[in-house]
């Protein structure tokens, strides 16, 4: 089974927080199942995160032994770009605003639904109300 990790779950098991050791035993569970694996997307995101640099974050992966799935096809994007704009056009037509989700987001569930069998997150709502068959491996709200 090849788990996917969202960003949050990858930056809360970085921050050192209680909730870390939450991550930590699902990740280990997951892993245990299968694979844990991040798009470039999540890469890139993560590399936002305020102790971060690439010169930590490559070895923290490959020790942990999350794989960087750097394939972003044509699908993908096709999946993601369709997806984005649904939600962009109902957020129009609801309150007349611009969607306030980015684009990062609907790539990882792009990529996700291409490439692995389910997504791990905190933000389960999202990939429910946007890719609603996207298996998820939801954890607690922060």
Same mark, same amino acid.
């Given at each position: =089974?090849?788990?996917?990790l969202?960003?949050? +779950?990858? $930056?809360?098991?970085? &921050?050192?927080? *209680?909730?870390s050791?939450t991550?930590?035993?699902h990740?280990? +569970?997951c892993?245990y199942?299968?694979s844990? /694996? +991040? $798009?470039?997307?999540?890469y890139a995101e &993560? =590399?936002? /995160? *305020?102790n971060?640099?690439?010169d930590?974050?490559? *070895?923290?992966?490959?020790?942990?032994? +999350?794989?960087?799935? !750097?394939?972003?096809?044509?699908?993908?994007?096709?999946l993601?770009g $369709?997806?984005f704009?649904q /939600? #962009?056009? %109902?957020r129009?037509k #609801?309150?007349?605003?611009? *969607?306030?989700?980015?684009i990062? @987001?609907?790539?990882? %569930?792009? /990529?996700?639904l291409?490439? &692995?069998?389910?997504?791990?997150? !905190? @933000? $389960?709502?999202f !990939?429910?109300?946007?890719f609603?068959?996207?298996?998820l491996y939801?954890?607690?709200s922060?």
């Amino acid at each position: =089974m090849r788990t996917a990790l969202d960003t949050n +779950i990858l $930056s809360g098991l970085l &921050a050192a927080t *209680p909730q870390s050791e939450t991550i930590a035993t699902h990740l280990d +569970i997951c892993a245990y199942q299968g694979s844990l /694996h +991040i $798009s470039p997307v999540v890469y890139a995101e &993560a =590399m936002a /995160h *305020p102790n971060l640099s690439s010169d930590f974050l490559k *070895p923290f992966l490959r020790e942990t032994a +999350i794989f960087i799935d !750097y394939k972003l096809e044509e699908d993908v994007w096709s999946l993601a770009g $369709s997806r984005f704009a649904q /939600h #962009a056009s %109902g957020r129009r037509k #609801a309150s007349g605003e611009f *969607p306030r989700r980015l684009i990062a @987001d609907f790539l990882i %569930g792009a /990529h996700t639904l291409a490439g &692995a069998d389910r997504l791990i997150t !905190y @933000d $389960s709502k999202f !990939y429910r109300q946007n890719f609603p068959e996207l298996p998820l491996y939801p954890l607690p709200s922060l």
